[in-house]
T-cell receptor, first 117, second 117 residues
Framework: AQKITQTQPGMFVQEKEAVTLDCTYD???????LFWYKQPSSGEMIFLIY??????QNATEGRYSLNFQKARKSANLVISASQLGDSAMYFC??????????????FGSGTRLQVQP | GAGVSQSPSNKVTEKGKDVELRCDPI?????LYWYRQSLGQGLEFLIY????????KSGLPSDRFSAERTGGSVSTLTIQRTQQEDSAVYLC???????????????FGPGTRLTVT
């Protein structure tokens, strides 16, 4: 079984500052992927960034970076230079890589980020 | 290219009625997932289709729920004899899953908001 824990129900950040959203996970799978999704008020889930468990380097996508610490089982999302449009719900998720078979995402409970001008 | 589309965007139905929700995945994506997002349960996996393989129905909450995928493309989620606890946003996602190690991000549709009165 897999479990994702997001301990910050809500976060505030000033525009142009960096913010870290926490995510810890638990799994018995030796190979897995970690994902972050953004869900604005419109409701659509927007893929942000992916990290494979065997990737040596932390993933980066523009202003998003994933601080992956495998030994601590954490996969924190760092957003640099926050913008007002970053205000949304953010979900951490993971899926197992078992060769074949489903790779359904297990989601955390989410963190609501509000960027203040 | 076109993203994942879902219809209808909103559906209000009376308790006991059957409903059908439609998902049109990204062209060429072999994997298709249905998830449900509700206030009490967060985001839950429902069912997974991959190519011509038998679907993984392990997330369906009851036998009132069923889904099919025709021609490896469009999928329909059917809920029979709807109950008030079925009220939720139903999200469809598709993914290009190959045997080559790669990112397995899932791309989500806008969802169908189902309200059972």
């Amino acid at each position: 079984a897999q479990k994702i824990t997001q301990t910050q129900p809500g976060m505030f950040v000033q525009e142009k500052e960096a913010v870290t959203l926490d995510c810890t996970y638990d799994t018995s799978d030796p190979s897995y992927g970690l994902f972050w999704y953004k869900q604005p008020s419109s409701g659509e889930m927007i893929f942000l960034i992916y990290q494979g468990s065997y990737d040596q380097q932390n993933a980066t996508e523009g202003r998003y970076s994933l601080n992956f610490q495998k030994a601590r089982k954490s996969a924190n999302l760092v957003i640099s230079a926050s913008q007002l449009g970053d205000s949304a719900m953010y979900f951490c998720a993971m899926s197992p890589f078992r060769g074949t078979g489903r790779r359904a995402l297990t989601f955390g409970s989410g963190t609501r980020l509000q960027v203040q001008p | 290219g076109a993203g994942v589309s879902q219809s209808p965007s909103n559906k209000v139905t009376e308790k006991g009625k059957d409903v059908e929700l439609r998902c049109d995945p990204i062209s060429g994506h072999t994997a298709l997932y249905w998830y449900r997002q509700s206030l009490g349960q967060g985001l839950e996996f429902l069912i997974y289709f991959q190519g011509n393989s038998a679907p993984d129905k392990s997330g369906l909450p009851s036998d009132r729920f069923s889904a099919e995928r025709t021609g490896g493309s469009v999928s329909t989620l059917t809920i029979q004899r709807t109950q008030q606890e079925d009220s939720a946003v139903y999200l469809c996602a598709s993914s290009l899953e190959t045997s080559v190690p790669a990112s397995y991000e899932q791309y989500f549709g806008p969802g169908t908001r189902l309200t059972v009165t």
